[in-house]
């Protein structure tokens, strides 16, 4: 699971041709050698199939799914955590814009106890850490 503290974590993203199976071989793939995935984003597009992934061994995840023949990146995302309610999410990416941050993804990672995790990825991650950090 994510840290609810933690301010940043590790993403895998995966890009693949689209076809049936491909989140099923991914998951397998970890599964067999007991990586467990924190984290599950998957997107299709006309250019292929993205899935980005927060798992608890990443340099492992990385090597099997590269020896498997998948393209994968990873990248730091920050982690927000904004109070669970109406508008937070627009507060925060509010506040972003107002800073000059275009963000590249966001997705909700985890929620309770009146508040959620957001997983950020910027074009400028420096700036958006300050925002994140000055607002929270």
Not at 1 to 20: C, H, L, Q, S, Y
Not at 40 to 65: P, Q, Y
Not at 78 to 86: E, Q, R, T, Y
């Amino acid at each position: 699971m994510v840290n609810p503290e933690a301010k940043e974590f590790r993403e895998i993203t995966v890009i693949g041709t689209d076809t049936p199976g491909l989140l099923a071989n991914i998951c397998a793939l970890l599964g067999e050698v007991n990586i467990n995935i924190d984290t599950i984003s998957s997107e299709r597009s006309s250019d292929g199939a993205m899935i980005k992934l927060g798992v608890d061994k990443e340099d492992e995840a990385v090597a099997i799914l590269k020896k498997a023949g998948l393209e994968v990146k990873h990248s730091s995302v920050i982690l927000a955590n904004v109070d669970d309610k109406p508008g937070a999410i627009a507060k925060l990416t509010k506040k972003l814009a107002d800073a000059g941050v275009n963000l590249n993804s966001v997705y909700l990672v985890h929620k309770a106890g009146g508040k959620m995790i957001l997983a950020l990825s910027a074009d400028d991650m420096d700036k958006a850490r300050q925002v994140v950090d000055s607002s929270y």
